[in-house]
């Protein structure tokens, strides 16, 4: 994807003005309520023009003081909050009015059923959708537009108001989708979990404006850019294998990859495989430094680490550590961080509890 955005636009007493530059394959729009997110992508998605500018989308020019594309004539899928099925077709029917435009899916490189077998959907082919729960009227409302064969998707905080067993269906789902038929992506949330378990790649949205623009890593090295996300749940993404299960104790255990005598714990669950990997996520206010691993202390999961890096914010220092598991981010008070000591260089162990992971 490369996408050139530099847009004017005023609502009332709300001004839009917006400039960046894109050329991942996936980025996350983030930002607190109010500070434009949506208005962007319904601008992105052709459903608002904008007062001048331009938007230049893999180098077709979609809006500027002469042009202006229509969205039935943009190839951009759109995601919104609510799957907005047709109440009175069957699910198969509401996946196949994706396929309406003939001519946009007549170079699709997958299948209907493809795409079936890859949302896990085939159950729910003669169903009604009045029959669906609100995660598996997502998955069809993603597979709709699949079937339509968009050269971009666009989503507005597609999981908001779903429970966490519905977003832990949701999310991984549109992982998988970018990974294997490698569509482009924009997903807009004020959840930045939500965004990291999609791209690392984040716009920072602020009062209508880009505030920043850089991979989660490089954004939390800036004080300023850090500032930008406070409020946010800074979360550690972090890559396991299933190891077993131990019934007894209530918890899975899990291995990393590259360094197998590393076990982590999390709550168990024995859907999973033994050997499968999985993604967990840690937020960095629940990661406890130490200068030295404990013992008898509920905190189970406890890795070596060493600082790399502090970041002091307004309000808060951000330490980064290299562990066994990655660069881990953990959110500590200023008054901490001198207390301990603490500086780059210190070694440390990280330690967080079981019941802190939550698997993606």
Not at 241 to 251: A, I, L, N, W, Y
Request: with cysteine; charged share 25%.
């Amino acid at each position: 994807m490369n996408l050139d955005v530099d847009i004017y636009k005023k609502q009332g007493t709300f001004l839009l003005h917006t400039q960046f530059k894109c050329s991942e394959s996936a980025l996350g729009i983030f930002g607190p309520s109010g500070c434009g997110k949506s208005t962007l992508f319904r601008i992105l998605a052709g459903l608002i023009k904008p007062d001048r500018g331009h938007i230049i989308l893999d180098g077709e020019t979609l809006f500027d003081r002469r042009i202006f594309i229509p969205p039935h004539k943009r190839n951009i899928g759109l995601v919104f909050q609510d799957a907005r099925l047709f109440p009175h077709m069957s699910v198969e029917k509401n996946l196949k009015a994706g396929e309406h435009i003939k001519r946009r899916t007549a170079s699709r490189p997958y299948s209907f059923d493809d795409i079936v077998d890859l949302l896990n959907i085939s159950h729910l082919i003669g169903r009604s959708v009045e029959e669906l729960s609100g995660g598996e009227k997502q998955r069809i409302a993603i597979g709709r537009t699949l079937l339509s064969n968009p050269r971009l998707i666009l989503m507005d905080e597609p999981v908001t108001g779903l429970d966490l067993s519905l977003k832990a269906q949701i999310l991984p789902f549109l992982a998988k989708v970018h990974q294997t038929l490698k569509i482009p992506m924009i997903l807009i949330s004020h959840d930045l979990g939500e965004i990291l378990q999609l791209t690392n790649y984040l716009l920072l949205m602020r009062e209508g404006s880009v505030a920043a623009y850089d991979t989660l890593e490089h954004l939390v090295q800036q004080p300023e850019s850090l500032n930008e996300l406070k409020g946010a749940d800074l979360t550690n993404m972090i890559h396991v294998r299933v190891k077993d299960h131990v019934p007894e104790k209530g918890v899975t255990l899990l291995e990393l990859p590259h360094h197998p005598d590393y076990v982590l714990e999390m709550k168990r669950a024995p859907e999973l495989e033994r050997g499968c990997e999985i993604s967990m996520s840690v937020a960095a206010n629940q990661i406890v430094l130490a200068i030295g691993a404990l013992g008898d202390i509920s905190m189970r999961n406890q890795l070596p680490g060493r600082i790399v890096k502090i970041v002091q914010a307004d309000d808060r220092s951000i330490c980064h550590v290299e562990t066994p598991a990655g660069i881990l981010f953990a959110e500590i008070t200023q008054g901490t961080e001198c207390s301990m000591g603490l500086q780059e260089g210190t070694e440390v162990w990280v330690l967080f509890k079981g019941l802190s992971v939550r698997r993606i």
